[in-house]
């Protein structure tokens, strides 16, 4: 059955963006992993503006401080239980919360006129023919019997093996290995599902896929690997000058995702580890399992269940499971963060680069962000811009940090927005805001509670 399914998923057909089939990005991979099958309900909830009853009753209870609550249920065991098999803070799905329920169209400061809002079937057909479909013989010769010493990641749900194919072309090849078998075919179709709408220099290349004894996902192999390989597991230094075309590339393709694609995209999980480097050190963004599409409609969704990684988690999806776009530029703002001072987004104390850069950023002390490894090799005009774009990506409020788009952080990011010349100040984003805005904003994301909540995020995530 998972085979015919997955046959039927990579033959040229129209792509289905019913919410409830499997090829849709707007679901979410449910709790059966934590054996709790009662909690998989009501996945997410477009964005809808709320009552003020709704708000005052709701907005008191975040994530976290149900998930404490229920800390003796078979949920969280469970939790725990696929922790550890999860890749390293990776937080895969959390326990459901009351999460509110919004009312809103999407306001015409967030709609996105550079891309076309046809509903025509056409608008669903965008698949390119070019990919082909291997064998697993073909991938077994390409990869040596998927032999360790080819083993060149694992992932969450995934082992990656490089590979060459019979006319030399390298590859990697995404054998999906973990979870059960709906698991694992859930995975499977949502990143292809994704994958099949993208094209862009700044996003892994898709080749092909492979469903015969498994199923593959077949990539471009990327020479260097990951970011992570590079800025934190290896004993050269990143110059700060490729670290800079990292920081842009990585913006070029998430505002593609957000902006400039067929769909909205949002990743999810923007993280060093997910940034892939070609020869050239052009970054390649990857590992779409956790994408969802967003409807041109709908300000956000909100997920009743949560996935993600610790150190570059929004507050407002951490509290409430809000996702948007301005959760992918949070998880930005770390990144860059990483790029400038060399940290990791949580170190092996399990400290968070946030909690530490902040009160620097604040403080404007940018020198002391600084890779001790750069030492003054670096370019201070391009830090600053890096800099203010990490501060303004960070905020706590995602109403007031920028769009990866509409000339926003790319054009702070290479100093063309503001005063390029006085930039020694950074100064708090000039978004002007609505009334509303600010009383929802004062109201739900309390920083102080946030960074309580994320403390308490931590021990769950380390000690239990
Ligand atoms: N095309 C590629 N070229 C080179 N290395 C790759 C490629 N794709 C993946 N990798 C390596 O494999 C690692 C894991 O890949 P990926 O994130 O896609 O797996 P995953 O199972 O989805 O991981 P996660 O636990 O984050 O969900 C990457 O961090 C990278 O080091």
Same mark, same amino acid.
């Given at each position: 059955?998972?085979?015919? !399914?997955?046959?039927?998923?990579?033959?040229?057909?129209?792509?289905?963006?019913?919410?409830?089939?499997?090829?849709?990005?707007?679901?979410?991979?449910?709790?059966?992993?934590?054996?709790?099958?009662?909690?998989?309900?009501?996945?997410?909830?477009?964005?809808?503006?709320?009552?003020?009853?709704?708000?005052?009753?709701?907005?008191?209870?975040?994530?976290?401080?149900?998930?404490?609550?229920?800390?003796?249920?078979?949920?969280?065991?469970?939790?725990?239980?696929?922790?550890?098999?999860?890749?390293?803070?990776?937080?895969?799905?959390?326990?459901?919360?009351?999460?509110?329920?919004?009312?809103?169209?999407?306001?015409?400061?967030?709609?996105?006129?550079?891309?076309?809002?046809?509903?025509?079937?056409?608008?669903?057909?965008?698949?390119?023919?070019?990919?082909?479909?291997?064998?697993?013989?073909?991938?077994?010769?390409?990869?040596?019997?998927?032999?360790?010493?080819?083993?060149?990641?694992?992932?969450?749900?995934?082992?990656?093996?490089? /590979?060459?194919?019979?006319? /030399?072309?390298?590859?990697?090849?995404?054998?999906?290995?973990?979870?059960?078998?709906?698991?694992?075919?859930?995975?499977?179709?949502?990143?292809?599902?994704?994958?099949?709408?993208?094209?862009?220099?700044?996003?892994?290349?898709?080749?092909?896929? /492979?469903?015969? /004894?498994?199923?593959?996902?077949?990539?471009?192999?990327?020479?260097?690997?990951?970011?992570?390989?590079?800025?934190?597991?290896?004993?050269?230094?990143?110059?700060?000058?490729?670290?800079?075309?990292?920081?842009?590339?990585?913006?070029?393709?998430?505002?593609?995702?957000?902006?400039?694609?067929?769909?909205?995209?949002?990743?999810?999980?923007?993280?060093?580890?997910?940034?892939?480097?070609?020869?050239?050190?052009?970054?390649?963004?990857?590992?779409?399992?956790?994408?969802?599409?967003?409807?041109?409609?709908?300000?956000?969704?909100?997920?009743?269940?949560?996935?993600?990684?610790?150190?570059?988690?929004?507050?407002?999806?951490?509290?409430?499971?809000?996702?948007?776009?301005?959760?992918?530029?949070?998880?930005?703002?770390?990144?860059?963060?990483?790029?400038?001072?060399?940290?990791?987004?949580?170190?092996?104390?399990?400290?968070?680069?946030?909690?530490?850069?902040?009160?620097?950023?604040?403080?404007?002390?940018?020198?002391?962000?600084?890779?001790?490894?750069?030492?003054?090799?670096?370019?201070?005009? !391009?830090?600053?811009?890096?800099?203010?774009?990490?501060?303004?990506?960070?905020?706590?409020?995602?109403?007031?940090?920028?769009?990866?788009?509409?000339?926003?952080?790319?054009?702070?990011?290479?100093?063309?927005?503001?005063?390029?010349?006085?930039?020694?100040?950074?100064?708090?984003?000039?978004?002007?805001?609505?009334?509303?805005?600010?009383?929802?904003?004062?109201?739900?994301?309390?920083?102080?509670?946030?960074?309580?909540?994320?403390?308490?995020?931590?021990?769950?995530?380390?000690?239990?």
């Amino acid at each position: 059955m998972v085979n015919s !399914q997955l046959t039927s998923a990579i033959s040229p057909r129209p792509y289905c963006c019913d919410h409830e089939c499997p090829h849709s990005l707007v679901g979410s991979i449910d709790l059966r992993c934590f054996g709790s099958d009662k909690e998989t309900g009501g996945a997410l909830e477009e964005g809808r503006r709320p009552s003020d009853a709704e708000t005052s009753s709701k907005a008191s209870t975040s994530h976290v401080e149900t998930l404490l609550s229920r800390s003796n249920s078979s949920l969280c065991r469970g939790f725990f239980r696929l922790w550890k098999h999860k890749s390293l803070r990776r937080l895969s799905s959390f326990p459901p919360v009351g999460f509110r329920k919004w009312s809103k169209k999407r306001s015409n400061r967030e709609t996105h006129p550079s891309r076309t809002h046809s509903t025509s079937t056409d608008d669903f057909c965008f698949f390119r023919p070019t990919w082909k479909n291997f064998t697993i013989s073909e991938l077994e010769k390409a990869t040596d019997n998927f032999s360790p010493e080819n083993m060149i990641g694992k992932g969450g749900y995934a082992d990656i093996f490089r /590979g060459r194919l019979e006319y /030399g072309r390298l590859v990697a090849v995404k054998r999906i290995s973990r979870g059960s078998k709906d698991e694992r075919t859930h995975n499977f179709l949502c990143e292809m599902g994704v994958l099949v709408h993208l094209h862009h220099p700044n996003i892994a290349k898709l080749i092909g896929v /492979g469903v015969e /004894g498994g199923m593959h996902l077949v990539f471009e192999l990327s020479h260097h690997g990951s970011l992570e390989n590079l800025l934190h597991d290896s004993k050269d230094k990143l110059d700060w000058e490729v670290r800079y075309k990292i920081a842009i590339g990585a913006a070029k393709g998430l505002e593609y995702l957000h902006e400039r694609c067929q769909r909205r995209i949002i990743h999810r999980d923007i993280k060093v580890d997910n940034i892939l480097l070609t020869e050239d050190f052009e970054p390649q963004i990857c590992d779409f399992g956790l994408a969802k599409w967003l409807p041109d409609e709908v300000t956000h969704h909100t997920l009743s269940s949560f996935e993600g990684t610790f150190g570059y988690v929004a507050p407002e999806y951490c509290m409430h499971g809000v996702v948007d776009e301005k959760t992918d530029v949070f998880a930005f703002g770390i990144l860059l963060l990483e790029l400038i001072t060399g940290r990791r987004a949580v170190d092996s104390s399990q400290q968070s680069l946030l909690m530490w850069a902040k009160p620097v950023l604040e403080e404007n002390n940018i020198k002391d962000l600084v890779d001790p490894l750069l030492g003054d090799s670096y370019d201070c005009k !391009q830090l600053l811009f890096a800099a203010r774009t990490a501060f303004m990506c960070i905020q706590h409020s995602s109403v007031l940090r920028p769009r990866m788009s509409q000339a926003c952080v790319l054009r702070i990011l290479r100093g063309e927005e503001g005063r390029s010349d006085t930039v020694h100040v950074l100064q708090k984003p000039f978004i002007r805001r609505t009334f509303s805005e600010e009383i929802l904003d004062a109201e739900e994301h309390n920083s102080t509670r946030y960074l309580k909540d994320i403390n308490r995020h931590k021990q769950i995530a380390f000690d239990c």
